[in-house]
Protein backbone atom coordinates (compact mmCIF):
# COMPACT_ATOMS: atom_id res chain seq x y z
CA UNK A 1 0.00 0.00 0.00
CA UNK A 2 1.26 3.30 -0.95
CA UNK A 3 1.97 5.44 2.52
CA UNK A 4 1.06 8.29 0.99
CA UNK A 5 -2.41 7.28 0.32
CA UNK A 6 -3.86 5.23 3.34
CA UNK A 7 -7.41 5.55 4.40
CA UNK A 8 -8.76 6.14 7.39
CA UNK A 9 -12.78 5.69 8.03
CA UNK A 10 -13.10 6.41 4.72
CA UNK A 11 -11.39 9.82 4.27
CA UNK A 12 -7.54 10.60 3.76
CA UNK A 13 -5.17 10.10 6.70
CA UNK A 14 -2.07 11.75 6.99
CA UNK A 15 1.33 10.34 6.38
CA UNK A 16 2.65 12.20 9.68
CA UNK A 17 2.04 11.66 13.31
CA UNK A 18 -0.54 13.59 14.84
CA UNK A 19 1.49 15.93 16.85
CA UNK A 20 2.87 17.24 12.85
CA UNK A 21 -0.80 18.19 11.93
CA UNK A 22 -0.89 21.80 13.44
CA UNK A 23 -2.53 24.59 11.54
CA UNK A 24 -0.88 27.58 10.66
CA UNK A 25 2.45 26.29 8.06
CA UNK A 26 1.86 23.10 9.06
CA UNK A 27 -1.17 22.78 8.07
CA UNK A 28 -2.73 20.36 6.54
CA UNK A 29 -2.72 21.86 2.99
CA UNK A 30 0.84 22.52 3.50
CA UNK A 31 1.52 18.72 4.30
CA UNK A 32 -0.80 17.17 1.46
CA UNK A 33 1.49 19.48 -0.58
CA UNK A 34 4.29 17.76 0.28
CA UNK A 35 3.08 14.50 0.26
CA UNK A 36 1.69 14.62 -3.40
CA UNK A 37 5.10 16.01 -3.94
CA UNK A 38 6.87 12.73 -2.36
CA UNK A 39 4.58 10.63 -4.23
CA UNK A 40 5.18 12.74 -7.75
CA UNK A 41 9.50 12.92 -7.02
CA UNK A 42 9.45 16.34 -7.17
CA UNK A 43 12.97 17.30 -7.39
CA UNK A 44 12.81 21.12 -6.93
CA UNK A 45 11.69 22.36 -3.21
CA UNK A 46 11.29 26.05 -2.64
CA UNK A 47 10.56 27.12 0.85
CA UNK A 48 10.29 31.75 1.28
CA UNK A 49 10.49 33.34 4.18
CA UNK A 50 6.77 34.20 5.42
CA UNK A 51 5.46 37.07 5.56
CA UNK A 52 8.35 39.05 4.05
CA UNK A 53 8.33 40.56 1.10
CA UNK A 54 11.65 39.63 0.32
CA UNK A 55 10.70 36.24 0.51
CA UNK A 56 7.72 36.27 -0.88
CA UNK A 57 9.45 38.17 -4.27
CA UNK A 58 11.91 35.67 -4.32
CA UNK A 59 9.05 32.86 -4.06
CA UNK A 60 7.99 34.36 -7.19
CA UNK A 61 11.24 34.45 -9.10
CA UNK A 62 11.24 30.85 -8.33
CA UNK A 63 8.32 30.22 -9.83
CA UNK A 64 9.09 31.86 -13.08
CA UNK A 65 12.34 29.56 -13.10
CA UNK A 66 11.03 26.51 -12.67
CA UNK A 67 7.66 27.46 -14.80
CA UNK A 68 10.26 28.99 -18.23
CA UNK A 69 12.23 25.85 -17.76
CA UNK A 70 9.19 23.62 -17.77
CA UNK A 71 10.92 21.79 -14.29
CA UNK A 72 8.54 20.50 -11.35
CA UNK A 73 8.94 22.37 -7.87
CA UNK A 74 7.06 22.61 -4.50
CA UNK A 75 7.02 26.21 -3.23
CA UNK A 76 5.56 26.56 0.51
CA UNK A 77 5.67 29.51 2.69
CA UNK A 78 8.40 28.76 5.66
CA UNK A 79 7.60 30.78 8.81
CA UNK A 80 8.58 30.59 12.69
CA UNK A 81 5.21 30.39 14.11
CA UNK A 82 4.68 26.35 14.14
CA UNK A 83 7.42 25.98 11.30
CA UNK A 84 7.93 23.24 9.15
CA UNK A 85 10.20 20.25 10.27
CA UNK A 86 12.88 18.43 8.40
CA UNK A 87 10.74 15.55 9.37
CA UNK A 88 7.90 16.70 7.08
CA UNK A 89 9.80 16.39 3.89
CA UNK A 90 10.33 12.80 3.26
CA UNK A 91 10.41 13.34 -0.61
CA UNK A 92 12.48 11.06 -2.42
CA UNK A 93 14.42 12.28 -5.27
CA UNK A 94 14.68 15.73 -4.14
CA UNK A 95 17.87 17.20 -6.53
CA UNK A 96 17.62 20.76 -4.97
CA UNK A 97 16.18 23.59 -2.18
CA UNK A 98 16.14 26.58 -1.41
CA UNK A 99 16.02 28.37 1.35
CA UNK A 100 14.72 31.83 0.48
CA UNK A 101 15.53 34.69 2.51
CA UNK A 102 16.30 32.93 5.67
CA UNK A 103 18.16 30.22 6.77
CA UNK A 104 16.32 28.34 9.06
CA UNK A 105 16.11 26.97 12.80
CA UNK A 106 19.98 25.50 13.85
CA UNK A 107 20.78 22.74 11.58
CA UNK A 108 17.97 23.03 9.31
CA UNK A 109 19.63 23.31 6.24
CA UNK A 110 22.50 20.99 7.13
CA UNK A 111 19.83 18.67 7.80
CA UNK A 112 18.43 18.61 4.23
CA UNK A 113 22.41 18.89 3.31
CA UNK A 114 22.52 15.30 4.21
CA UNK A 115 21.39 13.76 1.18
CA UNK A 116 23.83 13.20 -0.70
CA UNK A 117 22.05 13.75 -3.79
CA UNK A 118 20.28 16.92 -2.64
CA UNK A 119 22.26 20.72 -3.34
CA UNK A 120 21.12 23.43 -1.07
CA UNK A 121 21.17 26.51 -1.10
CA UNK A 122 19.95 29.69 1.13
CA UNK A 123 19.41 33.36 0.09
CA UNK A 124 19.60 36.03 3.40
CA UNK A 125 20.28 40.12 4.16
CA UNK A 126 20.26 39.52 7.95
CA UNK A 127 23.32 40.69 10.24
CA UNK A 128 21.77 38.45 12.45
CA UNK A 129 21.86 35.18 10.31
CA UNK A 130 25.83 35.44 10.26
CA UNK A 131 25.98 33.38 13.56
CA UNK A 132 24.21 30.61 12.63
CA UNK A 133 26.17 30.06 9.33
CA UNK A 134 28.10 27.01 8.91
CA UNK A 135 31.98 27.37 9.58
CA UNK A 136 33.41 26.90 5.68
CA UNK A 137 35.47 23.87 7.06
CA UNK A 138 32.26 22.19 8.46
CA UNK A 139 30.23 22.98 5.52
CA UNK A 140 29.54 20.00 3.13
CA UNK A 141 29.78 20.50 -0.47
CA UNK A 142 26.19 20.41 -0.90
CA UNK A 143 25.07 23.37 0.81
CA UNK A 144 25.71 26.99 -0.06
CA UNK A 145 24.97 29.77 2.38
CA UNK A 146 24.43 33.20 0.95
CA UNK A 147 24.13 36.25 3.40
CA UNK A 148 24.89 39.75 1.73
CA UNK A 149 24.50 42.83 4.05
CA UNK A 150 24.54 44.55 1.48
CA UNK A 151 21.88 43.17 -0.87
CA UNK A 152 18.59 42.35 -0.33
CA UNK A 153 17.42 38.88 -0.49
CA UNK A 154 14.99 39.35 -3.43
CA UNK A 155 17.43 41.49 -4.94
CA UNK A 156 20.04 38.46 -4.90
CA UNK A 157 17.17 35.43 -5.67
CA UNK A 158 16.44 37.90 -8.69
CA UNK A 159 19.65 37.91 -10.04
CA UNK A 160 20.19 33.90 -9.01
CA UNK A 161 17.65 33.13 -11.33
CA UNK A 162 18.42 35.63 -14.07
CA UNK A 163 21.60 34.43 -14.89
CA UNK A 164 20.44 30.93 -14.77
CA UNK A 165 18.69 31.29 -17.67
CA UNK A 166 20.93 32.81 -19.40
CA UNK A 167 21.59 30.99 -22.35
CA UNK A 168 19.64 28.09 -21.11
CA UNK A 169 17.61 26.39 -23.90
CA UNK A 170 14.96 24.30 -24.09
CA UNK A 171 13.34 21.76 -26.71
CA UNK A 172 11.15 24.37 -27.56
CA UNK A 173 14.07 27.04 -28.30
CA UNK A 174 16.08 29.86 -26.35
CA UNK A 175 14.22 30.29 -22.65
CA UNK A 176 12.24 33.97 -22.27
CA UNK A 177 14.07 36.22 -19.75
CA UNK A 178 12.64 35.40 -16.08
CA UNK A 179 10.86 39.01 -15.76
CA UNK A 180 8.63 40.12 -19.33
CA UNK A 181 9.94 43.64 -20.86
CA UNK A 182 6.87 44.52 -20.02
CA UNK A 183 7.06 44.22 -16.47
CA UNK A 184 10.89 44.64 -15.56
CA UNK A 185 11.48 47.67 -14.81
CA UNK A 186 8.52 48.12 -12.73
CA UNK A 187 9.19 45.36 -10.93
CA UNK A 188 12.83 46.25 -10.28
CA UNK A 189 11.98 49.55 -8.77
CA UNK A 190 9.75 47.85 -6.62
CA UNK A 191 12.55 45.66 -5.52
CA UNK A 192 14.95 48.97 -4.71
CA UNK A 193 12.30 50.12 -2.17
CA UNK A 194 12.06 46.47 -0.99
CA UNK A 195 15.30 46.78 -0.79
CA UNK A 196 15.89 50.36 0.56
CA UNK A 197 13.36 49.11 3.73
CA UNK A 198 15.22 46.31 3.75
CA UNK A 199 18.86 47.33 4.16
CA UNK A 200 17.33 50.57 6.93
CA UNK A 201 18.49 52.87 4.09
CA UNK A 202 15.68 54.56 4.15
CA UNK A 203 17.06 57.05 1.21
CA UNK A 204 14.34 56.72 -1.53
CA UNK A 205 11.65 59.39 -2.12
CA UNK A 206 8.58 58.52 -0.12
CA UNK A 207 9.46 55.47 1.07
CA UNK A 208 7.72 55.73 4.30
CA UNK A 209 4.77 56.30 1.97
CA UNK A 210 5.59 53.11 -0.22
CA UNK A 211 5.98 50.43 2.92
CA UNK A 212 2.54 51.94 4.35
CA UNK A 213 0.65 51.16 0.63
CA UNK A 214 2.70 47.70 0.82
CA UNK A 215 1.49 46.78 4.11
CA UNK A 216 -1.62 45.96 3.33
CA UNK A 217 -0.35 43.15 1.14
CA UNK A 218 1.49 41.31 3.85
CA UNK A 219 -1.45 38.99 4.92
CA UNK A 220 -1.81 38.19 1.08
CA UNK A 221 2.15 36.64 0.93
CA UNK A 222 0.91 32.84 1.22
CA UNK A 223 0.91 31.24 -1.65
CA UNK A 224 -1.50 28.34 -0.54
CA UNK A 225 -4.10 30.31 1.18
CA UNK A 226 -3.75 32.93 -1.63
CA UNK A 227 -3.50 31.13 -5.38
CA UNK A 228 -3.04 34.56 -7.15
CA UNK A 229 0.01 35.60 -4.97
CA UNK A 230 2.46 35.70 -7.86
CA UNK A 231 -0.02 37.91 -10.34
CA UNK A 232 -0.70 40.00 -7.68
CA UNK A 233 3.16 40.77 -7.26
CA UNK A 234 4.17 40.77 -10.87
CA UNK A 235 1.23 43.92 -10.82
CA UNK A 236 2.84 45.73 -8.18
CA UNK A 237 3.61 49.27 -9.36
CA UNK A 238 6.25 51.43 -6.69
CA UNK A 239 4.20 54.94 -7.66
CA UNK A 240 0.98 53.54 -6.97
CA UNK A 241 1.66 51.65 -3.88
CA UNK A 242 3.28 55.36 -2.54
CA UNK A 243 0.44 57.12 -3.99
CA UNK A 244 -1.78 55.05 -1.57
CA UNK A 245 0.28 55.29 1.11
CA UNK A 246 0.79 58.88 0.64
CA UNK A 247 -3.13 59.25 0.87
CA UNK A 248 -3.19 57.33 4.09
CA UNK A 249 -0.80 59.63 5.31
CA UNK A 250 -2.74 62.73 4.51
CA UNK A 251 -5.96 60.90 5.81
CA UNK A 252 -3.91 60.54 9.16
CA UNK A 253 -2.74 63.81 9.63
CA UNK A 254 -6.42 65.53 8.45
CA UNK A 255 -7.57 63.68 11.29
CA UNK A 256 -4.92 65.04 14.01
CA UNK A 257 -5.49 68.60 12.77
CA UNK A 258 -8.85 68.77 13.95
CA UNK A 259 -7.77 67.85 17.27
CA UNK A 260 -4.54 70.64 16.69
CA UNK A 261 -7.15 73.28 16.24
CA UNK A 262 -8.29 73.10 20.17
CA UNK A 263 -4.59 73.04 21.04
CA UNK A 264 -4.12 74.96 24.26
CA UNK A 265 -1.16 76.53 26.62
CA UNK A 266 0.32 74.24 29.36
CA UNK A 267 2.89 75.01 31.92
CA UNK A 268 5.11 72.28 32.62
CA UNK A 269 6.97 71.63 36.30
CA UNK A 270 4.35 74.78 37.37
CA UNK A 271 6.51 76.60 34.61
CA UNK A 272 10.08 75.59 36.03
CA UNK A 273 10.21 74.10 32.91
CA UNK A 274 8.64 76.18 30.49
CA UNK A 275 5.34 75.51 28.43
CA UNK A 276 4.06 73.98 25.49
CA UNK A 277 1.02 72.83 24.10
CA UNK A 278 -1.49 70.28 24.42
CA UNK A 279 -4.51 68.88 23.41
CA UNK A 280 -7.24 66.56 24.35
CA UNK A 281 -7.09 63.38 22.22
CA UNK A 282 -9.14 61.03 24.64
CA UNK A 283 -9.79 57.35 22.43
CA UNK A 284 -7.73 58.68 19.80
CA UNK A 285 -4.27 57.16 21.05
CA UNK A 286 -4.09 55.81 17.28
CA UNK A 287 -3.43 58.85 16.46
CA UNK A 288 -0.52 60.03 19.19
CA UNK A 289 2.06 59.76 16.33
CA UNK A 290 1.19 62.42 14.52
CA UNK A 291 -0.71 64.70 17.05
CA UNK A 292 2.74 64.34 18.69
CA UNK A 293 4.33 65.39 15.78
CA UNK A 294 2.43 68.28 14.72
CA UNK A 295 2.11 69.56 18.48
CA UNK A 296 6.15 69.75 18.73
CA UNK A 297 6.28 71.74 15.33
CA UNK A 298 3.67 74.43 16.47
CA UNK A 299 4.94 74.71 19.73
CA UNK A 300 8.54 75.22 18.49
CA UNK A 301 6.81 78.03 16.09
CA UNK A 302 5.20 79.11 19.41
CA UNK A 303 8.25 79.62 21.02
CA UNK A 304 7.26 77.25 23.28
CA UNK A 305 9.05 73.58 24.66
CA UNK A 306 8.47 70.94 22.12
CA UNK A 307 7.06 68.68 24.88
CA UNK A 308 3.31 68.24 24.08
CA UNK A 309 0.95 65.87 25.66
Known amino acids: MNPLLLRQWGRAASPFPPYSRLRTFRS ?66 LERCYFLDFLGPKGFAAAFSRRPTCEVLCFDHRKSSLPHITPMEDCPKNLSIRVNLEKSSS ?32 IEMVLKYIEDGDLRRWNLPDIR ?82 IGKQLSMRSVAAGLSTSGL
Open 28 to 93: DAALEAIARAAQDRVPNLVLYNYPSFSGAFSALFAHLFHTRLRLPSLILPFSSVAPLRVEDFYVDG
Open 155 to 186: TAVYEYFSSRLVDMETPCGPVADLLELKDRSR
Open 209 to 290: AFNIGLSEWRSKLNCITNPYMYEQLLEMNSLELIAKGTDFIASRENAANKFLDKSFKIRLGRGLYGECLAVRADGNSNLSDE
